[in-house]
């Protein structure tokens, strides 16, 4: 039997029919389930098809797009996501009244944490929102519509208004409520119900009811109460005092700190994330004096800022220089597509990363802090000029980042803050060659607008800086 004519000078109804026929051939051939080929063409062209098998331009394909451009599409959706995750919002604008929010009778179910608003407009609940953000220094990262996606240290939640009817007897017919309604996306749950509860009444208030008297490091529970439970007995007032009286403990003596310095060590040495995460969050407790005592975090401060290439390998294995590049400058630490509304590509290693990174701040503010703050030349210790240069660089690129990471700068500004007061000249020289007053002014005006804490700090940093 004679093979059919070429498709050129095949009739219309037969090329029609032939390119119905070859093009099922060719899906059912080429595009198998579950396959994933990078170039389209390729299979294609290596399949030993019959010479009047139509090509791809008699069958129609000619002007539909390839994967790659599709990619390409992707890729670009991907980038304006980074875009705007790279520019924090700081306000929260509502387009339309209470009748353009979702109804919250079609939502279900309706988280807990949760409060209705009667007789104000959308846009002032979220005013009022961003306000308690600003002054718990929690970053807004996404605004879409009825929907707020923020992040502090430790949780990251979304913030949504709903409409809902009022069921009142002295509601008009139709009348509707506005709900606000938040919801725990990851992080710890006992730090989401205090934000939550914190950011509810202020967007029901109206007034400022968030407010940050700590320095945002870590702190431990209080140890004890008096039976009255009116005053707080803090772990480092009486307790520790008592048992050096009864000889039980000497903090003389470092080997109860050296123990968990190592162990900590060990964490941070490991493979697993959790387990140098873990590891990082310890040891900013330790170096924080109101969660241990002094003695213990001085100890511990001081292992951390020592640079000789590697310190003291029996208590703690990194010297500054390595304990910088390992935790906080090494590359690929963010996955800047993470932010994004679904979750699925918020990656837990980017999470892990952010956290670590965050951290290992805290341990350098918190080592800063507590030499500085020695009462004695015996008790603390002159930052050197080879540590000053260190960080310097470090820290004032954390500045420079401030909009993307604002938990990151408020971190790096209590250190600039110390290395101010504390560090050789050279050090201060070297940091007005990167650009040091510009960096203190750019994360001024995102701590104004976001961020209570780094706000605060650069204030501070200002002063010192046009003192000197």
């Not at 299979?43 to 390409?72: D, Q, V, W």
Request: net charge negative.
């Amino acid at each position: 039997m004679a093979p059919p004519t070429s498709p050129t000078t095949m009739s219309k109804d037969e090329r029609m029919n032939d390119e119905g026929v070859a093009g099922a051939v060719f899906r059912s051939v080429l595009l198998q389930p579950g396959q994933q080929q990078r170039d389209p063409m390729a299979r294609h062209n290596s399949l030993n098809l019959p010479t009047y098998f139509p090509n791809e331009n008699a069958m129609g394909y000619k002007n539909i797009p390839c994967p790659s451009s599709a990619k390409t599409r992707s890729s670009n959706a991907t980038t304006k996501t980074a875009k705007c995750v790279d520019e924090t919002a700081t306000s929260w604008v509502i387009m339309g009244d209470i009748h353009s929010l979702p109804n919250a009778a079609t939502i279900f179910p309706l988280e807990k944490t949760r409060v209705t608003l009667t007789g104000i407009s959308p846009n002032e609940v979220a005013k009022r929102i961003c306000d308690s953000l600003r002054d718990l220094s929690i970053q807004i990262i996404l605004t879409k519509k009825n929907k707020l996606l923020a992040e502090s240290i430790d949780i990251r939640f979304y913030i949504k208004l709903y409409r809902v009817e009022n069921t009142k007897l002295d509601g008009a017919s139709g009348d509707y409520q506005i709900m606000v309604e938040l919801q725990k996306r990851r992080g710890d749950s006992l730090s989401f119900k205090n934000v939550a509860r914190t950011i509810l009444k202020a967007a029901k208030n109206g007034n400022n009811v968030a407010s940050c008297k700590n320095n945002g490091t870590p702190r431990l529970p209080p140890l004890f109460y008096d039976e009255n439970k009116e005053t707080v007995v803090e772990a480092k007032h009486d307790f520790f005092t008592d048992l050096e009286k009864k000889g039980n403990l000497s903090f003389t003596d470092t080997t109860f700190s050296s123990c968990d310095i190592k162990y900590n060590a060990d964490l941070l040495m490991g493979e697993r994330m959790d387990g140098c995460l873990l590891g990082m969050q310890d040891l900013a407790l330790l170096t924080n004096a109101d969660s241990t005592n002094h003695a213990t975090a001085l100890f511990v401060a001081r292992l951390i800022l020592q640079n000789d290439n590697g310190g003291d390998k029996r208590d703690w294995p990194f010297g500054l220089d390595e304990f910088i590049q390992k935790f906080i400058t090494f590359d690929n630490l963010y996955n800047e597509n993470g932010n994004d509304w679904d979750g699925d590509n918020d990656n837990t290693e980017s999470w892990y990363h952010r956290k670590i990174r965050y951290y290992a701040l805290t341990v350098l503010s918190n080592s800063l802090n507590i030499v500085a703050d020695g009462s004695s030349e015996e008790e603390g210790c002159c930052i050197t000029t080879d540590v000053g240069m260190a960080l310097i660089p470090v820290l004032i690129r954390e500045l420079n980042d401030a909009k993307k990471r604002p938990h990151d700068a408020h971190q790096a500004m209590r250190c600039i803050n110390v290395l101010l007061g504390i560090s050789p000249p050279e050090v201060l020289t070297k940091a007005m060659e990167l650009g040091f007053p510009s960096s203190i002014q750019s994360s001024l005006d995102v701590g104004r607008c976001c961020h209570s804490l780094l706000a605060k700090e650069s204030e501070v940093a200002m002063t010192m800086e046009c003192a000197l």
